[in-house]
């Protein structure tokens, strides 16, 4: 079974305090602006980068890498689910939370 080549990926996770979705930049700083995060094109490089957020638990949790595109403004998600975490929290009422 063949491997599939490595696409571009940023770091992403979860501001600890907040909750909010966060990306890693390439100075090392966190970001709530994907189109700040360092895009990664070399998979060894992106393993280090993911170790490195790992190791900040008292600043970031659930950090992993995910796809992203590059694009006139910089990186941007190439999924659904990156498109969706990068519009913000979604945790206003709704649904049956409505009603409490």
Not at 38 to 44: H, M, S, Y
Not at 66 to 90: C, I, L, W
Request: aromatic share 8%; proline share 6%; charged share 30%.
């Amino acid at each position: 079974m063949s491997r599939r080549p490595f696409t571009p990926k940023v770091v992403t996770a979860n501001a600890l305090l907040e909750g909010d979705a966060v990306w890693l930049t390439e100075d090392d700083r966190w970001t709530r602006d994907m189109r700040e995060a360092e895009l990664i094109t070399d998979e060894a490089v992106a393993d280090d980068r993911l170790l490195f957020a790992i190791a900040q638990p008292d600043v970031v949790v659930g950090a992993y890498l995910v796809d992203a595109e590059s694009g006139d403004q910089g990186p941007g998600p190439s999924h659904f689910r990156e498109a969706f975490r990068t519009r913000g929290p979604s945790n206003y009422a709704h649904g049956k939370q409505v009603g409490e």
